[in-house]
């Protein structure tokens, strides 16, 4: 039992619910632009695994293809800019890759479950964001860390605000 609440003391906030992470963290409102791009990269990864066993890959598939790109639009628009000055060798490296996963996605997507080549196409995909993820997460987002610091709450709450719009039909400049 809590102990009873004394002068200049505040009511406890009660805990809510945000539509990504259950409960909020009482203390910071906001992830971090690198942990919400971590969070991205385990749901490509999840979709990938459920992919590889379902039955009606369609539904899926257009999933996998729209979290890929809010995530890639994210990481472009508002969390490489930030870390050009840095490594920018590596933000390009980066970008370079976007657009390989973007390729292998576009042909996956115009493959039918069916088809003898989906499976094949789908381990390339997966390979490619492996190598895409072990750079970021083992370099890239540790340079974040460190150089940017307190920014990366900044940045994950302009992410945020960019998947909320584009979710919502909103189109961005790129």
């Known amino acids: 039992m809590n102990p009873p609440l004394q002068s200049g003391d505040c009511f406890p906030r009660a805990p809510f619910r945000t539509m990504r992470t259950g409960f909020r963290n009482e203390r910071r409102d906001l992830?971090?632009?690198?942990?919400?791009?971590?969070?991205?990269?385990k749901t490509v990864k999840d979709l990938i695994q459920e992919l590889k066993s379902?039955?009606?890959?369609?539904?899926?598939?257009?999933?996998?293809?729209?979290?890929?790109?809010?995530?890639?639009?994210?990481?472009e628009q508002?969390?490489?800019?930030?870390?050009?000055?840095?490594?920018?060798?590596?933000?390009?490296?980066?970008?370079?890759?976007?657009?390989q996963v973007d390729q292998i996605l576009t042909d996956l997507?115009?493959?039918?479950?069916?088809?003898k080549n989906f499976k094949k196409k789908l381990s390339e995909l997966e390979k490619a964001l492996d190598d895409h993820i072990e750079?970021?997460?083992?370099?890239?987002?540790?340079?974040?860390?460190?150089?940017?610091?307190d920014q990366l709450d900044r940045l994950g709450e302009q992410i945020e605000n960019l998947?909320?719009?584009?979710?919502?039909?909103?189109?961005?400049a790129a």
């Open 31 to 41: 992830m971090k632009a690198t942990e919400l791009l971590i969070e991205d990269h």
């Open 54 to 75: 379902a039955k009606d890959k369609g539904d899926l598939l257009v999933r996998l293809e729209n979290e890929i790109q809010l995530h890639t639009q994210s990481e």
């Open 78 to 99: 508002i969390f490489y800019p930030a870390m050009r000055e840095y490594d920018n060798e590596l933000v390009e490296h980066s970008i370079e890759e976007h657009q």
């Open 109 to 115: 997507v115009g493959l039918t479950g069916k088809d």
């Open 135 to 149: 750079e970021e997460e083992g370099t890239l987002f540790p340079e974040a860390e460190e150089n940017l610091g």
């Open 163 to 172: 998947k909320k719009d584009l979710s919502a039909g909103g189109r961005m």
